[in-house]
């Protein structure tokens, strides 16, 4: 009676024994980290692999990995081709429960060289990239916190010294933009009297336009509301619509100017012989978020005054605090403006430059935190399609520098000018970024 009694009692525990569902094996990449851009062809994965049942088998892009006991990883050499590379794993266990995850890698060997030289340093100045494959450099100041210079240089293609340019601007200034419209002039809009932007009176009002037929700049009448700006960015919306978005500048105007970080996006339209407001301070949209000395970067390649998408990155530091901002704007829908949120740079940063490498991946150059003693040098690439950003390995590091520029000249390379280095003198000295991956033919 009581054996039966026992058997019951256990018969009941048994049954009282909470149902634990099956799940599927986690997965992590241990080796090598993936956030760092890799060189090598061949590339040996180490993939732990954990289950409360036993894991029978992982596989990376349909390729199975040997399992090390020892070490309780699972390991595969596998190869990578240059750019980005899905990799598509998989982890079954005894019960064939499967947990399938994508990682990226990207492989892309570069290198720095020594490009030419500025005539003079300078930092807080605009390159633009010419229709005839030429790089025009405006503008500047000498020295962070320094007065704005009125000079500007031209490099040739191919050419292994900048050439300066009889006259330059009418009005010195820093922290402006330069456009390139279709027509091969470049439109010089807002910056600043002095890298100290301290109050609405050292903004520049002035628009100039550089020809490049003539060689020179002229003052081009504008109408409207001005636009009181610097350290912002510029985008053609059509050949004859620009946009400018953020920097500081006035966020008040008539009768209280105020400086401020502004978060509107203003539109201008572009004549022949004129450039007039659009819209005004009240009536312009705003976008994601008050930011200067950010970066606005094409996603694709666009022909002057071709609508496009942008991947806009920087920091808004307010003392110790960093916002980072980090989104894509699509301008393609005229219309109406379409904005995503994406990963912010693994580095807060701004004043950095940014570029194009090829149609959905830029990359970011220098820039600083709050102050210039914190100026980066680490660059690092956005791939669309992964949706995040991914650190160049520093074997051969780039100067520290913030406010200077990045170019993609014909060559298929980058060139990087200028700047103001980590003890706010500028810097005279410039480089080249190279890799096989530039080539949009690759």
């Known amino acids: 009676m009581l054996a039966g009694a026992l058997g019951c009692l256990a018969l009941l525990s048994a049954c009282e024994r909470p149902f634990v569902a099956p799940t599927a094996p986690d997965i992590r990449v241990v080796a090598p980290d993936l956030s760092i851009i890799l060189s090598a062809s061949l590339v040996l994965i180490e993939v732990e692999a954990n289950s409360f049942r036993a894991v029978e088998q992982v596989e990376i892009n349909g390729k199975p990995l040997t399992f090390d006991p020892g070490r309780n990883l699972w390991q595969r050499e596998v190869p990578l081709q240059e750019g980005l590379n899905t990799l598509l794993i998989v982890a079954t266990d005894v019960a064939g429960t499967e947990r399938v995850d994508t990682a990226y890698a990207v492989r ?109 700049f002229d003052a081009l009448p504008f109408g409207g509301q001005p636009i009181r700006r610097a350290l912002h960015t510029a985008s053609l919306r059509s050949a004859t619509l620009l946009d400018l ?66 991947l806009v990155a920087g920091t808004f530091f307010d003392g110790p605090v960093a916002d980072d901002v980090s989104f894509k704007v699509d301008f393609t829908r005229p219309p109406q403006i379409f904005i995503s949120e994406t990963p912010p740079p693994f580095l807060s940063r701004t004043r950095h430059a940014a570029v194009r490498f090829r149609d959905g991946f830029i990359g970011i150059f220098g820039g600083t935190r709050a102050t210039p003693e914190e100026a980066l040098g680490e660059p690092e690439l956005y791939v669309e399609q ?57």
């Not at 419209?181 to 932007?197: E, K, N, Q």
């Not at 520029?405 to 390379?413: G, I």
């Not at 280095?421 to 096989?436: M, R, T, W």
């Open 386 to 442: 992964a949706r995040r950003f991914f650190r160049f390995p520093v074997v051969q590091p780039p100067l520290k520098r913030y406010a200077h520029t990045a170019t993609k000249l014909p060559s298929q390379r980058i060139l990087l000018v200028g700047g103001f280095s980590l003890d706010g003198n500028s810097v005279i000295g410039s480089e080249f970024f190279d890799s096989d991956f530039l080539n949009e033919g690759f």
């Open 245 to 310: 978005y953020g920097g500081r500048g006035d966020i008040r105007y008539e009768p209280d100017p105020r400086l401020g970080t502004r978060r509107d996006l203003r539109t201008f339209r572009i004549t022949p012989d004129s450039l007039v407001a659009l819209n005004t301070l009240r009536s312009a949209p705003d976008l994601e978020a008050a930011i200067a000395g950010h970066s606005q970067t094409p996603l694709t390649s666009l022909a002057p005054g071709q609508a496009g998408r942008y």
């Open 108 to 216: 892309m060997p570069f290198q720095f060289q020594v490009a030419p030289a500025l005539p003079s340093p300078r930092g807080g100045h605009t390159a633009t990239l010419l229709l005839d494959g030429s790089v025009l450099v405006v503008g500047g100041a000498s020295r962070a916190g320094g007065p704005a210079l009125p000079d500007a240089f031209l490099l040739p293609p191919g050419a292994g010294a900048f050439q300066r340019i009889s006259g330059g601007l009418h009005t010195a200034r820093t922290g402006h933009t330069a456009t390139l419209l279709p027509d091969g002039r470049v439109l010089i809009v807002g910056g600043s009297r002095t890298d100290a932007l301290n109050a609405v009176e050292d903004l520049v009002e002035t628009v100039e336009i550089y020809n490049p037929v003539l060689r020179r």
